[in-house]
């Protein structure tokens, strides 16, 4: 039996402890002397063997790791790796009977070294053969790649490897041995060269060719002058060895199909690999990249992931769909056994194996497909009905009462045996089963749209919580529910946007042309009345009026002020002083205490247990040693300082003190009452000379009041004008954009209210959208829209005044224009972004219109209440929520039958709750093959990842784009008592390969696209 394409862990980067680079996997002197104590029981003339004893403990090493079950050591391949050799890989091949009977495949993976280098060494370049080619590589390979080099032309064989070491070593007294892994470590190929080799078809066809990605000795590290090389060198070869994210989602074209096609030619998987160089590290990479490949164990497997790098590789310690196999295997089928316990007809011992994936069934008209599915459902306690096309039939005959069936699960649990003619018990379904005809007559049944919308909306209901379907009997009542709670929060954002509007409006309004002209004839009045003034400045000189010491005293008060200045400066940074010193040792003291503390709980511990330690004389195992004064002698150094500068700052003042000797306070008392004294002899002098210059200042006043301050100028000087006019000219523009950017950030908190509504209407649709999102194609949608208010044309157009020049001109005109920007911005669907940019265009529109070709700007008094309007317009009110179904663009109104049940299958596919298997019988008979192409296969690909599914088909657009894991062909001999016979395998399977061919038929895209699963990609040499 064959299960398919099944995840296993494949090393395909695997060194063994020989390798011609340089000894793998040293064996250390202790180990020797065991490993020949043991030998040496087992024979008492035994010789140390090295090669011997790494090999074998290599192969410990390998069945130790697999023999644990977990599926995260579940590997199945090697890759066995060497540079320019397959020496290591036949050796292994030859004891393999040693290998753990897990390892089901081993293949041949030659390193080699390209003549381009990356950042620090030649560019490694791997090819995996097929084990079928092995006796061959000899001559059509190895002897075949050629280094040219002054002296002459070396080949990758071993007596080329010798001559080219004994020609760079200049020691001639070394082993053949070592002058061969000289020439090896030193043998590099042109791309060239190998581009020629690989023009043998054969040869081509039977490697898989990888290159490493890493900056070092990868392709990624081609940079500058290099880039052409590096994109030749991604179009040559087939996969790459890298574990890294980003090199994953871009080479398997997750990130960008069409750019890694540019760049590469072709999406492709990356592998990865241990690449151990010690025992320690055998299948254990780095971060546990382990590398899992979905598969049949075979060459031809591993050549089909080339088709699928995106789902048919996973790198990391486990998957999500391995989690889930593992998971659920009591609800995934692994056989299915019929046998006829009779005669000698119809099945005959028959016992199918199934994949825990996607299970195609396939055969000509006639031969058993339905009745694998009909036999499936009924050992899954499925009802029997009508649209059982076998058994319903069947089960009437003789033959059925001699047929009895079972299913087996992956967890190993059986249903009981139950003959064809049967009726299955009452029991939980463990299958949802889809006949053919019971889907034809769903689909032909619906004749309107109105029922398929309300049909899906029960289903969608269906996912709500318990608690949800509980308080509301229908979807229609959970709906009026919904839309009422947010209706609250709604109300809330309308009252801050009505009282950004009114400020809009006073923003307008003040930036009108009126409010400019009125501002502009009051800025020209007051700089006459300025010029006036200063006609009129007084004349004065006051040096006739100074004392000849005057200055000096001046220089005098003025010093001292500074003086007094620094040192209340001074106190200040004393006292900050002072309060961090005071902090820092509160800190010591807090771990003096602490660490007393954690010492004295140390000693008591071990106090506790000194009985024990006694008895084994451990009593001097810890000795602890605390020197607690020297932190208390922090402590007393800090007070001190911290009790000099209080003295300093705070010792009281005396009189009779000298100012060299008083305290800081003292100082600044001292200082103080020299100013003092000193302004109070200033006051007196110079009294002539301040009436003077009172009248100065009187009409510095005047002249103050008239041109306004620099900061705060009062209203209706210059300065103050000069600001409005400037403000209005040059901030209100900025000012009005910020706060209509506000108003706008409300608009979307206020449609995030609506769309929440649709979205809490839609919530059974979220999976399905998320799933649609990462489709090409003809999408499927199923939507809770916003839509418009059929009166919002008359509603808005009522603050209109239409008789004035605007946009809006003309009781036709202005209706049109109107009408034509909900076409732009709503005629598809009512967006976040459309109705933003439908709001700039009639804001835009709104103040500007066209004037005998050319754009001119409106007056706002054609509006007859603005602050009305932008209530109305940006509150939203004139938008509602209504649930649609969409094929693509098209409506559900408008799909054809065939699209409405591609509608029906998807919901079975997506939405259905359970995750037991799901049987569907010929789906494709209902559907067109650009449904099945751009609709069903995406959801197919995406279902099987949760949940088992067996298909009966004969639809290659279903078998081969789905990437189906196990195809199952059935047939019945009729001229041989209706015997039943099947064959089963991956759609790698050569066998398998050729029955689709010969049995399925499909649109010529199919066949295109599956070209490539039968035989791979075409070569890039």
């Known amino acids: 039996m064959n299960n398919g394409s099944t995840w296993n862990r494949w090393e395909l980067h695997m060194h063994t402890p020989f390798t011609k680079k340089e000894d793998q996997f040293n064996i250390l002197k202790d180990e020797k002397e065991k490993y020949t104590d043991l030998k040496l029981k087992e024979n008492p003339e035994y010789k140390y063997d090295q090669f011997e004893h790494k090999w074998n403990k290599y192969i410990s090493k390998i069945n130790d790791y697999v023999s644990n079950d977990s599926f995260e050591r579940n590997i199945k391949v090697l890759g066995i790796t060497d540079y320019w050799s397959i020496d290591n890989y036949e050796h292994l091949v030859s004891i393999k009977n040693k290998l753990s009977s897990k390892i089901e495949l081993i293949l041949p993976n030659v390193e080699l070294r390209l003549s381009i280098s990356g950042k620090k060494?030649?560019?490694?370049?791997?090819?995996?053969?097929?084990?079928?080619?092995?006796?061959?590589?000899?001559?059509?390979?190895?002897?075949?790649?050629?280094?040219?080099?002054?002296?002459?032309?070396?080949?990758?064989?071993?007596?080329?490897?010798?001559?080219?070491?004994?020609?760079?070593?200049?020691?001639?007294?070394?082993?053949?041995?070592?002058?061969?892994?000289?020439?090896?470590?030193?043998?590099?190929?042109?791309?060239?060269?190998?581009?020629?080799?690989?023009?043998?078809?054969?040869?081509?066809?039977?490697?898989?060719?990888?290159?490493?990605?890493?900056?070092?000795?990868?392709?990624?590290?081609?940079?500058g002058q290099l880039e052409p090389v590096k994109k030749r060198l991604y179009h040559f070869v087939d996969a790459i060895f890298s574990a890294t994210p980003s090199d994953i989602k871009y080479f398997s074209g997750k990130k960008s199909l069409k750019n890694v096609i540019d760049d590469c030619g072709k999406a492709m998987p990356c592998f990865h690999g241990s690449d151990a160089h010690s025992y320690e590290k055998i299948f254990e990479p780095d971060e546990k990249r382990y590398c899992y490949i979905k598969s049949e164990l075979s060459f031809d497997g591993l050549k089909q992931v080339l088709n699928d790098p995106l789902d048919r590789v996973f790198i990391g310690k486990t998957s999500e769909i391995l989690e889930n196999i593992e998971k659920t295997k009591s609800k995934k089928i692994k056989t299915l056994s019929i046998n006829n316990v009779k005669t000698k007809t119809w099945f005959q011992n028959v016992c199918i194996e199934f994949n825990p994936q996607l299970n195609v069934i396939i055969g000509n008209k006639g031969n058993g497909k339905t009745a694998l599915g009909d036999i499936l459902a009924l050992c899954s306690n499925v009802p029997l009905t009508d649209d059982f096309k076998f058994l319903s039939q069947f089960s009437k005959t003789q033959d059925a009462q001699n047929i009895k069936s079972k299913i087996t699960f992956f967890n190993e649990v059986s249903t009981e045996f139950i003959k064809l003619s049967e009726i299955p018990k009452p029991q939980t379904q463990k299958i949802k089963y889809i006949p053919q005809s019971f889907f034809e007559s769903i689909t032909n049944e619906i004749d309107k749209t109105d029922k398929l919308r309300k049909e899906i909306e029960e289903v969608i209901f269906d996912y709500f919580p318990s608690a949800v379907r509980q308080a509301y009997s229908t979807f229609s009542q959970y709906r009026e529910t919904i839309e009422s709670l947010k209706q609250g929060d709604i109300e809330q954002l309308c009252n801050s946007l009505f009282k950004i509007n009114k400020e809009i409006v006073n923003l307008e309004d003040l930036s009108s042309n009126y409010s400019v002209a009125i501002l502009e004839n009051d800025l020209k009045n007051r700089e006459e009345e300025f010029a006036e003034h200063m006609s009129n400045k007084p004349k004065y000189n006051s040096t006739d009026y100074l004392y000849d010491d005057s200055d000096s005293e001046l220089e005098t008060l003025n010093e001292l002020k500074r003086k007094l200045l620094r040192k209340i400066k001074f106190k200040k940074k004393l006292e900050e002083k002072v309060s961090s010193l005071i902090i820092e040792n509160d800190y010591i003291n807090r771990i003096n205490i602490k660490l007393n503390q954690k010492v004295q709980d140390i000693s008591d511990y071990f106090d506790s247990n000194q009985e024990i330690l006694a008895k084994y004389d451990l009593e001097e195992v810890l000795k602890i040693k605390y020197d607690g004064k020297r932190l208390d002698f922090v402590e007393n150094k800090l007070e001190k300082k911290i009790d000099k500068i209080n003295n300093y700052l705070e010792r009281p003042y005396?009189?009779?003190?000298?100012?060299a000797d008083a305290s800081l306070k003292g100082k600044i008392k001292i200082i103080s009452s020299t100013i003092e004294n000193l302004e109070s002899k200033v006051s007196d002098k110079n009294a002539e000379l301040l009436l003077e210059q009172e009248k100065i200042k009187k009409w510095e006043k005047i002249k103050k009041e008239i041109e306004g301050e620099d900061n705060n100028p009062k209203e209706g000087s210059i300065k103050y004008l000069k600001a409005k006019l400037n403000y209005i000219k040059e901030d209100i523009p900025d000012k009005l954009e910020d706060i209509c950017n506000k108003r706008l950030d409300i608009v979307n908190l206020i449609l995030s209210c609506k769309l929440e509504v649709a979205d809490r209407l839609g919530e059974g649709t979220k999976a399905l959208k998320e799933f649609l999102s990462e489709n090409d194609g003809t999408l499927l949608s199923i939507e809770s829209e916003l839509s418009l208010k059929n009166d919002f044309v008359d509603k808005f157009l009522a603050n209109i005044n239409q008789q004035k020049s605007s946009s809006y001109q003309g009781i036709l005109a202005g209706r049109e224009v109107l009408n034509n920007l909900l076409d732009v911005h709503f005629s598809n669907k009512i967006t976040e972004d459309e109705v933003?940019?439908?709001?700039?265009?009639?804001?835009?529109?709104?103040?500007?219109?066209?004037?005998?070709?050319?754009?001119?700007?409106?007056?706002?008094?054609?509006?007859?209440?603005?602050?009305?309007?932008?209530?109305?317009?940006?509150?939203?009110?004139?938008?509602?929520?209504?649930?649609?179904?969409?094929?693509?663009?098209?409506?559900?109104?408008?799909?054809s039958p065939g699209e409405r049940g591609a509608v029906l299958l998807v919901f079975y596919l997506l939405?259905?709750?359970?995750?037991?298997?799901?049987?569907?019988?010929?789906?494709?008979?209902?559907?067109?093959?650009?449904?099945?192409?751009?609709?069903?296969?995406?959801?197919?690909?995406?279902?099987?990842?949760?949940?088992?599914?067996i298909m009966i088909t004969h639809n290659p657009n279903l078998a081969i784009l789905s990437d189906t894991e196990l195809v199952i062909h059935v047939a019945i001999d009729k001229k041989n008592q209706n015997l039943f016979s099947y064959a089963s395998g991956g759609i790698e399977n050569r066998q398998i390969n050729k029955e689709i061919q010969d049995i399925l038929e499909?649109?010529?895209?199919?066949?295109?696209?599956?070209?490539?699963?039968?035989?791979?990609?075409?070569?890039?040499?």
């Open 121 to 223: 060494s030649p560019i490694n370049i791997h090819c995996i053969f097929n084990p079928e080619i092995v006796d061959e590589l000899r001559e059509v390979f190895f002897a075949q790649i050629n280094m040219e080099t002054g002296d002459g032309t070396y080949y990758a064989t071993k007596n080329s490897f010798i001559k080219l070491g004994k020609k760079i070593c200049k020691d001639k007294s070394r082993s053949d041995n070592d002058y061969e892994k000289i020439g090896i470590k030193n043998f590099t190929v042109e791309l060239s060269t190998l581009q020629t080799v690989f023009k043998n078809h054969r040869l081509r066809e039977n490697t898989i060719i990888v290159v490493a990605n890493s900056t070092n000795d990868g392709a990624s590290g081609l940079t």
């Open 654 to 659: 005396l009189p009779e003190t000298n100012y």
């Open 836 to 895: 933003k940019h439908f709001l700039l265009d009639i804001d835009k529109t709104t103040k500007e219109h066209e004037r005998r070709g050319e754009k001119v700007i409106t007056d706002l008094s054609f509006i007859t209440n603005r602050e009305e309007l932008y209530n109305y317009l940006y509150s939203l009110n004139y938008m509602d929520v209504e649930f649609n179904l969409k094929m693509g663009n098209k409506p559900l109104n408008k799909l």
């Open 911 to 949: 939405l259905d709750k359970e995750d037991i298997p799901l049987v569907i019988d010929q789906p494709e008979d209902n559907l067109d093959n650009q449904s099945i192409a751009d609709i069903l296969v995406p959801f197919i690909r995406k279902a099987k990842k949760k949940r088992q599914i």
């Open 1002 to 1021: 499909g649109t010529p895209r199919a066949f295109r696209i599956r070209d490539n699963k039968y035989f791979g990609p075409p070569s890039n040499n």
